[in-house]
């Protein structure tokens, strides 16, 4: 069973950056070395829904979210849980479009609307209590790096949707940062177990350079955690 895990885990990353592909690969490699009596290390993937709180006529975007995680013992039941959040997206959708000085372009778009979309890589920091070893509370800090910022202008018409992506990196800063928090539920009392779970991030940080307007992330994640390189054997008295 944990060895066809693997190999779906792998054939459905594939199609993914050689960034990501390499983080996988070396977590199906040395998941086993990682993980340690008091450290737990695996994959997280899942989808999120992110918002701007800032644009008032803005609609929520769905992403996919993939990354890696650790869980670090402190004491009993209570962990430090952090990790990279490799591919993730953070923006809006659902926006009107803005001028871009071209009338032909601009004529073309005008009904459309505006996807700002995000990428990047986001580290959480996090208090993680186990209850009962299934149950789990976190919360902390989260803090990202983001990158290949684009507008993506979409517009229907008789012939067929059109659609044109315009980089934008000048108009962000390059880190994002505020709190994360949420629950989650453990599938075995085992310490180490596949989980599911739901965090809310509420960024803190304007990551607009534009003086016109106010950009601040948030972004709901649903998830899954699999452990990696775990015995079949583990102590549940933790």
Known sequence: MKAFIR??????LISFPAVLNAQVLISLVFGKALNTPKIEFGLQGG?????????DNSSGMNSLDLGFYFHILMKNSTYLSTGVHVKSNVGATGMPVYSMGDPSFDEIYKDGTLTKKIPGFYV???FHQRFNNRWYIEAGPQL????????????QK???????????????????????????YK?????????VGINYFYG????????EYTIKNSCLYFYIKIPIGV?????KSQ
């Open 187 to 195: 599938f075995k009392k085992e310490i180490k177990s596949m989980a």
């Open 47 to 55: 989808m999120n829904r992110s918002w701007i709180n800032t644009i």
């Open 231 to 235: 015995s079949g054997k583990q102590d």
């Open 204 to 211: 803190l940080v304007n990551v607009s350079t534009n003086p």
């Open 144 to 155: 990202g790096l983001i990158y290949r910022q684009v507008d993506i202008f979409d517009a």
């Open 124 to 126: 959480p920091i996090l």
């Open 158 to 184: 008789l012939d067929g949707d059109l659609s044109f992506k315009l980089v934008v990196k000048d108009q962000y800063k390059h880190i994002d940062a505020g709190l994360l928090g949420g629950a989650g």
């Open 7 to 12: 190999l779906s885990l792998f054939l459905f």
